[in-house]
């Protein structure tokens, strides 16, 4: 045997393994995609994917092949994503809104080929999750400028939900009009009270009336067909566009990094992912009503060594004057310092719920 025919029978033999290997990677592909579905996470994983490629290229010795394999890893998890986008096509993804909010523009761009499914409030789309008519809710949890988002936070604390998934929105605000309006034309402004909280200097410098709307998408809406010049509304360009409206002031946020925050939440809790990232989890607790309490609670969790990101209090909606606490920590909440940490806790909080784990700095 001649040593071209000695190179392609080995060439032969090792594509008829690989093969049988894809056909194992791909099914394992697809257990992956069945987790992902039952924990509403999206398919692509930018962090783990690029410590695969780093992990896996350290596996070739032969420097000069070493691209050439990560090009080929890279074109493998190409494929592994349009295998479970092909799959996880029809994930219905709740947003409270109508077509053009925010949450439904995170929606989709968490989970690219979902079924964006809009509902009037931040509770029925909480709610639609919990009675399965859709695998996730996409929900605004915080943002940079106007703070925290009580109604779902207080969503969180009461249901049923978890948290699986926390993604950093850069947000623009514009101000938009009927075509041919001009700014001196304007006497009032709809949009959501974040959004207008979050342009009132713009507003107050204008002599502009603001008015809270119940989303931004849905002001926009109104304004379009309202056809009265004198009113506009504070929402995306993505909005603007799909309700026919002219931008006439851009980027009017006070804040120019204003960002916002959105949290995936589903019916089962993710707590066996690694997130090359970094892993964050939020607590929300109550604590006993004595001297001391909520001091002792936050020196549990330093000596557990988790870093406490944010805390914020929020009343008690079943018990007048008393307040339960939203904390994220920074940390492995799954590992031994972490069921230690609950544990200990426990035993000091009159109410205690892990919301949640999720990836740091995750941003759409």
Not at 90 to 112: L, N
Not at 202 to 231: H, M, P
Not at 303 to 311: A, P, Q, Y
């Amino acid at each position: 045997m001649d040593k071209l025919t000695e190179a392609r029978r080995i060439i032969n033999s090792v594509d008829a393994e690989m093969a049988k290997l894809f056909c194992r990677r791909m099914a394992a592909v697809k257990d992956v995609l069945e987790y992902k579905r039952e924990h509403g996470l999206p398919v692509l994983d930018t962090a783990r994917e690029n410590a695969v490629m780093e992990a896996n290229s350290a596996l070739i010795d032969d420097e000069a092949l070493k691209e050439y394999y990560i090009s080929f890893i890279r074109a493998t998890m190409a494929v592994s994503r349009e295998y479970q986008r092909s799959l996880l096509s029809g994930i219905r993804a709740a947003y409270c809104g109508v077509e053009g909010a925010f949450a439904q523009i995170a929606a989709k761009h968490i989970y690219a080929d979902c079924e964006a499914k809009a509902y009037p409030s931040f509770a029925a789309a909480y709610a639609a999750v919990e009675e399965g008519e859709c695998e996730v809710a996409v929900l605004p949890i915080e943002n940079s400028s106007a703070g925290e988002v009580g109604q779902v936070v207080d969503l969180i604390f009461a249901g049923n939900l978890y948290i699986n998934g926390v993604y950093e929105l850069a947000v623009e605000q514009n101000l938009m009009v009927l075509p041919g309006a001009r700014l001196s034309d304007i006497k009032t402004v709809f949009s959501h009270p974040q959004a207008l909280m979050q342009c009132a200097s713009f507003l107050e410098e204008a002599g502009i009336q603001a008015k809270a709307f119940e989303n931004t998408a849905a002001a926009a809406k109104f304004v379009s067909e309202s056809g009265d010049r004198t009113v506009a509304a504070i929402a995306s360009d993505e909005t603007a566009k799909l309700y026919g409206l002219e931008i006439i002031e851009r980027d009017i946020n006070s804040e120019r990094s204003n960002t916002t925050r959105f949290a995936a939440v589903s019916r089962v809790r993710n707590d066996k992912q690694s997130f090359p990232s970094g892993q964050g989890c939020v607590l929300m607790f109550a604590v006993k009503n004595e001297a001391g309490a909520l001091a002792e609670a936050i020196n549990i969790i330093g000596s557990h060594g988790f870093n406490m990101r944010s805390i914020h209090s929020r009343p008690q909606k079943d018990t007048m004057w008393q307040y339960y606490f939203y904390a994220e920590l920074e940390g492995d909440v799954n590992g031994e310092d972490g069921r230690a940490m609950l544990a200990e806790l426990e035993g000091r909080c009159d109410r205690l719920k892990l919301a949640g784990t999720f990836g740091l700095h995750m941003k759409i």
